[in-house]
């Protein structure tokens, strides 16, 4: 039997997931606590930097209720940082394809 346009279903693990990290920054911010540790937000606004606070503070919100990012407080202050939850340090060797794979696929004129 052939199958139709319409008989294609799109796994939701698989939808749920590029829900979250085909959203403009998540990657991003997901590359920056990866590889830099836990960020105050200033820190991490300045690491995302075409990222305006607002839409920062949207995407770390988003991050935190997927449960990739936990924002703490930091000891002996009213200060807090953000940082990748099991779930989103699980992403590391995911974003460490992604890194190889673009480096192989694109020049720097292409970016």
Not at 39 to 48: E, G, P, S, T, Y
Not at 55 to 64: D, I, P, Q, S, T
Request: aromatic letters at 10%.
């Amino acid at each position: 039997m052939l199958k139709t346009a319409n008989d294609y279903e799109q796994c939701p693990f698989f939808e749920k997931t590029f829900s979250i990290l085909g959203r403009k920054w998540n990657g991003l911010i997901i590359d920056v606590l990866l590889t830099e540790g836990p960020q105050r937000f200033k820190d991490l606004a300045i690491k995302v930097q075409k990222c305006s606070d607002r839409v920062l503070v949207e995407r770390l919100k988003e991050l935190e209720e997927a449960g990739l990012v936990q924002k703490t407080s930091l000891e002996d202050s009213c200060r807090f940082c953000y940082q990748l939850t099991d779930r989103g340090e699980d992403l590391r060797s995911i974003m460490r394809n992604l890194h190889h794979w673009s480096k192989k696929w694109y020049d720097i004129e292409d970016c």
